[in-house]
Protein backbone atom coordinates (compact mmCIF):
# COMPACT_ATOMS: atom_id res chain seq x y z
CA UNK A 1 0.00 0.00 0.00
CA UNK A 2 1.20 3.58 -0.74
CA UNK A 3 0.82 5.49 2.47
CA UNK A 4 -0.21 8.39 0.31
CA UNK A 5 -3.03 6.69 -1.27
CA UNK A 6 -6.56 7.85 0.40
CA UNK A 7 -9.40 6.06 -0.43
CA UNK A 8 -13.01 5.92 1.11
CA UNK A 9 -14.28 4.37 3.43
CA UNK A 10 -11.13 6.19 5.46
CA UNK A 11 -9.51 3.71 7.39
CA UNK A 12 -8.71 4.40 11.46
CA UNK A 13 -6.99 3.12 14.07
CA UNK A 14 -7.82 4.33 17.47
CA UNK A 15 -5.55 3.18 19.80
CA UNK A 16 -6.99 4.53 23.50
CA UNK A 17 -7.08 2.68 27.07
CA UNK A 18 -10.31 3.97 27.93
CA UNK A 19 -13.49 1.63 27.48
CA UNK A 20 -15.68 4.68 27.54
CA UNK A 21 -13.73 7.07 24.99
CA UNK A 22 -13.54 4.01 22.62
CA UNK A 23 -17.01 4.13 22.56
CA UNK A 24 -18.16 7.32 21.83
CA UNK A 25 -15.23 7.72 19.22
CA UNK A 26 -17.03 4.56 17.78
CA UNK A 27 -20.31 6.82 17.90
CA UNK A 28 -19.34 9.98 17.10
CA UNK A 29 -17.66 8.33 13.72
CA UNK A 30 -21.23 7.10 12.40
CA UNK A 31 -22.87 10.40 12.86
CA UNK A 32 -20.39 12.47 10.89
CA UNK A 33 -20.05 13.12 7.42
CA UNK A 34 -16.78 10.84 6.06
CA UNK A 35 -17.47 7.39 5.25
CA UNK A 36 -14.90 5.41 7.44
CA UNK A 37 -14.31 2.36 8.98
CA UNK A 38 -12.98 1.39 12.66
CA UNK A 39 -9.90 -0.67 14.06
CA UNK A 40 -9.39 0.25 17.90
CA UNK A 41 -6.60 -1.21 20.11
CA UNK A 42 -6.55 -1.32 24.09
CA UNK A 43 -2.51 -0.08 24.84
CA UNK A 44 0.36 1.01 23.11
CA UNK A 45 1.99 -2.49 22.95
CA UNK A 46 -1.38 -3.72 20.86
CA UNK A 47 -0.92 -0.62 18.85
CA UNK A 48 2.13 -1.62 17.52
CA UNK A 49 2.28 -5.31 17.18
CA UNK A 50 -0.84 -4.55 15.29
CA UNK A 51 0.89 -2.37 12.87
CA UNK A 52 3.84 -4.77 12.83
CA UNK A 53 1.49 -7.63 11.11
CA UNK A 54 -0.18 -5.03 9.01
CA UNK A 55 2.71 -3.98 6.45
CA UNK A 56 0.16 -4.08 3.59
CA UNK A 57 -2.89 -3.31 5.05
CA UNK A 58 -1.80 -0.12 7.03
CA UNK A 59 -5.01 2.51 8.23
CA UNK A 60 -4.94 5.86 7.06
CA UNK A 61 -4.85 7.68 9.80
CA UNK A 62 -4.07 6.81 13.51
CA UNK A 63 -5.61 8.45 16.65
CA UNK A 64 -3.04 7.82 19.40
CA UNK A 65 -3.94 8.45 23.08
CA UNK A 66 -0.48 9.63 24.95
CA UNK A 67 -1.62 7.88 28.39
CA UNK A 68 -1.82 4.23 27.85
CA UNK A 69 -0.58 1.39 29.85
CA UNK A 70 2.36 -1.24 28.28
CA UNK A 71 3.68 1.79 26.23
CA UNK A 72 2.95 5.54 26.28
CA UNK A 73 2.18 7.23 23.57
CA UNK A 74 5.20 9.10 23.06
CA UNK A 75 6.94 5.59 23.04
CA UNK A 76 4.49 4.24 20.17
CA UNK A 77 4.70 7.61 18.19
CA UNK A 78 8.51 7.75 19.00
CA UNK A 79 8.62 3.49 17.15
CA UNK A 80 5.78 4.59 14.10
CA UNK A 81 8.38 7.77 12.92
CA UNK A 82 11.84 5.66 13.27
CA UNK A 83 10.06 2.87 11.05
CA UNK A 84 10.69 2.88 7.62
CA UNK A 85 7.75 1.34 6.92
CA UNK A 86 5.38 3.51 9.57
CA UNK A 87 6.96 6.73 9.54
CA UNK A 88 4.58 8.15 6.50
CA UNK A 89 1.35 7.08 8.24
CA UNK A 90 -0.75 10.33 9.19
CA UNK A 91 -0.65 9.90 13.53
CA UNK A 92 -3.16 12.45 15.10
CA UNK A 93 -3.00 12.68 18.90
CA UNK A 94 -6.06 12.70 20.68
CA UNK A 95 -5.83 12.91 24.03
CA UNK A 96 -7.35 14.42 27.62
CA UNK A 97 -6.99 17.85 28.20
CA UNK A 98 -4.00 19.28 30.00
CA UNK A 99 -4.55 21.72 33.15
CA UNK A 100 -0.99 23.17 33.54
CA UNK A 101 -1.87 26.50 31.24
CA UNK A 102 -1.29 27.68 27.52
CA UNK A 103 2.11 27.89 27.70
CA UNK A 104 2.69 23.94 28.53
CA UNK A 105 0.16 23.10 26.36
CA UNK A 106 2.04 25.30 23.15
CA UNK A 107 4.95 23.59 24.08
CA UNK A 108 3.83 20.08 24.01
CA UNK A 109 1.81 20.43 20.86
CA UNK A 110 5.67 22.04 19.71
CA UNK A 111 7.59 18.19 21.22
CA UNK A 112 4.77 16.58 19.50
CA UNK A 113 5.00 17.89 16.17
CA UNK A 114 8.75 17.39 16.58
CA UNK A 115 8.22 13.90 17.50
CA UNK A 116 6.72 13.50 14.09
CA UNK A 117 2.83 13.71 14.97
CA UNK A 118 0.38 15.95 12.19
CA UNK A 119 -1.56 16.81 14.69
CA UNK A 120 -2.78 17.18 18.06
CA UNK A 121 -6.38 17.62 19.62
CA UNK A 122 -7.50 17.45 23.29
CA UNK A 123 -10.19 15.47 24.03
CA UNK A 124 -14.00 17.36 24.12
CA UNK A 125 -15.54 16.99 26.17
CA UNK A 126 -19.71 17.40 24.65
CA UNK A 127 -20.64 14.29 22.13
CA UNK A 128 -22.18 16.96 19.79
CA UNK A 129 -18.48 18.35 19.82
CA UNK A 130 -16.29 15.75 19.84
CA UNK A 131 -17.98 14.84 15.87
CA UNK A 132 -17.39 18.42 15.26
CA UNK A 133 -13.95 17.90 15.66
CA UNK A 134 -13.58 14.36 14.65
CA UNK A 135 -15.05 15.98 11.35
CA UNK A 136 -12.85 18.53 10.98
CA UNK A 137 -9.35 16.63 12.22
CA UNK A 138 -10.26 13.93 9.21
CA UNK A 139 -10.54 16.32 7.05
CA UNK A 140 -7.91 18.25 7.89
CA UNK A 141 -5.90 15.03 7.72
CA UNK A 142 -7.56 13.95 4.08
CA UNK A 143 -6.26 17.17 2.37
CA UNK A 144 -2.81 16.36 4.36
CA UNK A 145 -2.02 12.67 2.79
CA UNK A 146 -3.46 14.66 -0.71
CA UNK A 147 -1.17 17.28 -0.26
CA UNK A 148 1.83 14.58 -0.02
CA UNK A 149 0.93 12.90 -2.70
CA UNK A 150 0.98 15.09 -5.07
CA UNK A 151 4.63 16.63 -3.34
CA UNK A 152 3.50 19.41 -2.12
CA UNK A 153 3.48 19.04 1.76
CA UNK A 154 6.45 18.39 3.69
CA UNK A 155 5.53 15.78 6.88
CA UNK A 156 6.14 17.38 9.83
CA UNK A 157 8.44 14.20 10.66
CA UNK A 158 11.38 16.09 8.87
CA UNK A 159 10.82 19.19 11.18
CA UNK A 160 12.79 19.96 13.37
CA UNK A 161 11.95 21.83 17.16
CA UNK A 162 14.49 23.47 19.49
CA UNK A 163 15.07 22.21 22.62
CA UNK A 164 12.34 22.85 25.05
CA UNK A 165 12.34 23.83 28.71
CA UNK A 166 9.01 22.69 30.08
CA UNK A 167 9.41 24.68 33.09
CA UNK A 168 5.80 23.86 34.40
CA UNK A 169 6.96 19.64 34.79
CA UNK A 170 9.43 20.22 37.89
CA UNK A 171 9.93 17.08 39.84
CA UNK A 172 11.54 16.70 42.87
CA UNK A 173 13.21 13.23 44.14
CA UNK A 174 13.96 12.72 48.20
CA UNK A 175 15.74 9.54 48.54
CA UNK A 176 18.54 8.76 50.96
CA UNK A 177 19.89 6.06 48.62
CA UNK A 178 22.59 8.18 46.06
CA UNK A 179 22.59 4.90 43.53
CA UNK A 180 18.58 5.25 43.34
CA UNK A 181 18.96 9.10 42.74
CA UNK A 182 21.32 8.20 39.88
CA UNK A 183 18.79 5.93 38.37
CA UNK A 184 16.00 7.97 38.89
CA UNK A 185 17.38 10.76 36.86
CA UNK A 186 19.28 7.95 34.21
CA UNK A 187 15.73 7.35 33.63
CA UNK A 188 13.91 10.42 33.63
CA UNK A 189 16.40 11.71 30.42
CA UNK A 190 14.21 9.30 28.24
CA UNK A 191 11.09 10.75 29.07
CA UNK A 192 9.96 12.60 25.55
CA UNK A 193 8.69 15.88 27.21
CA UNK A 194 12.11 17.93 29.07
CA UNK A 195 11.85 18.07 32.84
CA UNK A 196 13.71 19.55 35.63
CA UNK A 197 14.47 17.12 38.27
CA UNK A 198 15.90 18.14 41.94
CA UNK A 199 16.87 15.83 44.30
CA UNK A 200 17.69 15.88 48.20
CA UNK A 201 19.01 13.13 50.27
CA UNK A 202 16.91 13.22 53.14
CA UNK A 203 13.43 14.42 54.91
CA UNK A 204 14.84 17.17 56.43
CA UNK A 205 16.27 18.77 53.10
CA UNK A 206 12.84 18.23 51.47
CA UNK A 207 10.86 20.05 54.02
CA UNK A 208 13.53 22.89 53.87
CA UNK A 209 13.26 23.06 49.91
CA UNK A 210 9.63 23.10 50.26
CA UNK A 211 9.61 25.84 52.72
CA UNK A 212 12.16 27.86 51.23
CA UNK A 213 9.37 30.99 48.70
CA UNK A 214 12.61 31.68 47.06
CA UNK A 215 12.45 27.49 45.45
CA UNK A 216 9.49 27.20 43.58
CA UNK A 217 7.07 24.76 44.05
CA UNK A 218 7.61 21.14 42.32
CA UNK A 219 4.06 19.75 40.40
CA UNK A 220 5.24 16.50 41.60
CA UNK A 221 7.32 15.01 44.48
CA UNK A 222 8.43 11.42 44.53
CA UNK A 223 9.44 10.59 48.28
CA UNK A 224 11.15 7.90 49.65
CA UNK A 225 10.03 6.50 53.00
CA UNK A 226 12.95 4.79 54.75
CA UNK A 227 15.24 8.35 55.19
CA UNK A 228 16.89 9.82 57.85
CA UNK A 229 16.78 12.95 60.06
CA UNK A 230 12.77 12.75 59.17
CA UNK A 231 11.29 9.85 57.04
CA UNK A 232 8.86 9.97 54.12
CA UNK A 233 5.95 9.16 56.88
CA UNK A 234 6.41 12.78 58.46
CA UNK A 235 7.38 14.71 55.49
CA UNK A 236 4.16 13.63 54.05
CA UNK A 237 1.90 14.79 57.03
CA UNK A 238 3.49 18.03 57.39
CA UNK A 239 3.32 18.48 53.23
CA UNK A 240 -0.38 17.51 54.08
CA UNK A 241 -1.50 19.94 56.48
CA UNK A 242 0.54 22.81 55.07
CA UNK A 243 -2.37 24.81 53.04
CA UNK A 244 0.68 26.14 50.46
CA UNK A 245 1.66 22.67 49.98
CA UNK A 246 -0.93 20.59 50.38
CA UNK A 247 -2.19 20.68 46.73
CA UNK A 248 1.27 19.18 45.47
CA UNK A 249 1.30 16.08 44.22
CA UNK A 250 3.04 13.16 46.57
CA UNK A 251 4.21 9.67 44.93
CA UNK A 252 5.40 7.72 47.59
CA UNK A 253 8.14 5.65 45.40
CA UNK A 254 9.83 2.80 47.82
CA UNK A 255 10.96 -0.62 48.25
CA UNK A 256 8.43 -1.35 51.17
CA UNK A 257 5.56 -2.87 50.23
CA UNK A 258 3.52 -4.26 53.03
CA UNK A 259 -0.43 -3.69 52.73
CA UNK A 260 -0.76 -1.75 55.77
CA UNK A 261 1.56 0.81 54.81
CA UNK A 262 0.26 0.90 51.76
CA UNK A 263 -2.95 1.59 53.53
CA UNK A 264 -2.12 4.21 56.14
CA UNK A 265 -0.36 6.32 53.05
CA UNK A 266 -3.30 6.50 51.31
CA UNK A 267 -4.99 7.75 54.50
CA UNK A 268 -2.62 10.32 54.94
CA UNK A 269 -2.91 11.77 51.22
CA UNK A 270 -0.36 10.34 49.17
CA UNK A 271 -1.31 10.35 45.35
CA UNK A 272 -0.23 7.43 44.30
CA UNK A 273 2.30 4.77 45.56
CA UNK A 274 5.06 2.65 43.57
CA UNK A 275 7.39 0.09 44.36
CA UNK A 276 10.38 0.30 43.25
CA UNK A 277 10.96 -2.01 40.36
CA UNK A 278 14.52 -3.87 40.57
CA UNK A 279 15.14 -3.46 36.83
CA UNK A 280 16.42 0.00 35.19
CA UNK A 281 13.89 -0.60 32.15
CA UNK A 282 10.82 -1.02 34.73
CA UNK A 283 12.17 1.87 36.21
CA UNK A 284 11.87 4.30 33.20
CA UNK A 285 8.17 2.78 32.13
CA UNK A 286 6.79 3.03 35.82
CA UNK A 287 8.29 6.63 35.88
CA UNK A 288 6.64 7.16 32.50
CA UNK A 289 3.31 5.92 33.75
CA UNK A 290 3.23 7.43 36.51
CA UNK A 291 3.78 11.15 35.08
CA UNK A 292 1.42 10.37 31.88
CA UNK A 293 -1.09 10.30 34.87
CA UNK A 294 0.21 13.64 36.52
CA UNK A 295 0.43 15.52 32.72
CA UNK A 296 -3.32 14.76 32.29
CA UNK A 297 -4.41 16.36 35.59
CA UNK A 298 -4.84 13.42 37.43
CA UNK A 299 -3.84 15.73 40.73
CA UNK A 300 -6.35 14.31 42.66
CA UNK A 301 -6.42 11.14 44.68
CA UNK A 302 -8.11 8.63 42.95
CA UNK A 303 -9.76 5.30 44.37
CA UNK A 304 -8.43 3.46 46.35
CA UNK A 305 -8.06 0.18 44.32
CA UNK A 306 -5.93 2.50 41.86
CA UNK A 307 -3.52 4.02 44.12
CA UNK A 308 -1.20 1.44 43.69
CA UNK A 309 0.49 2.05 40.37
CA UNK A 310 1.42 -1.51 38.81
CA UNK A 311 3.99 -1.86 36.06
CA UNK A 312 2.18 -2.69 32.93
CA UNK A 313 3.85 -5.69 31.60
CA UNK A 314 2.43 -8.02 28.43
Known amino acids: MNLTEIKTPITILLADDDMDDRHLFEKALKGISIETQLKTVTNGEELMDYLSKKPINLPDIIFLDLSMPRKTGFECLHEIKEDENLKGLHVIVFTTSFIRGYQFELELTNTLSGMGAEDYIRKPEGFEQ?????????????????????????????????????????????????????????????????????????????????????????????????????????????????????????????????????????????????????????????????????????????????????????
Open 130 to 314: LKLTLNEAINRAIKKIRLKENGEFNTVNTKKIPDIDLKQLNILLADDDADDRLFFKEALSGYPLSTKLTTVPDGEHLMQLLINEQHELPDVIFLDLNMPRKNGFECLSEIKINSKLNKVSVVVFSTSFEQEVVNELYQNGAQYFIRKPSEFSQLKKIIQQTLALILHGNNSQPAKENFVIKLQVA
